[in-house]
């Protein structure tokens, strides 16, 4: 998986008229749509903490069986 930011782009293949645009329609989304960042909420269904163990390697799983 390869995560890119928008201002990667920026001035080259996206413009900063585009990106104003998605920023109104978008609102808090934006972030999770064009920074690679995502915010929990207390109503998540994975505590963050886990997916970042799981990048991180940090755990072992147990067999479903």
């Excluded at 064009?34 to 799983?61: H, K, N, Q, V, W």
């Amino acid at each position: 998986m390869i995560e890119l930011p928008y201002y990667v782009a920026l001035g080259t293949l996206i413009t900063q008229e585009f990106i104003d645009k998605e920023k109104a329609r978008l609102g808090n989304l934006f972030a999770q749509e064009y920074e690679c960042a995502f915010i929990s909420s207390g109503t998540a269904a994975i505590e963050p903490e886990l997916l970042e163990r799981g990048m991180a390697g940090d755990f072992e799983l147990d067999p479903l069986l």
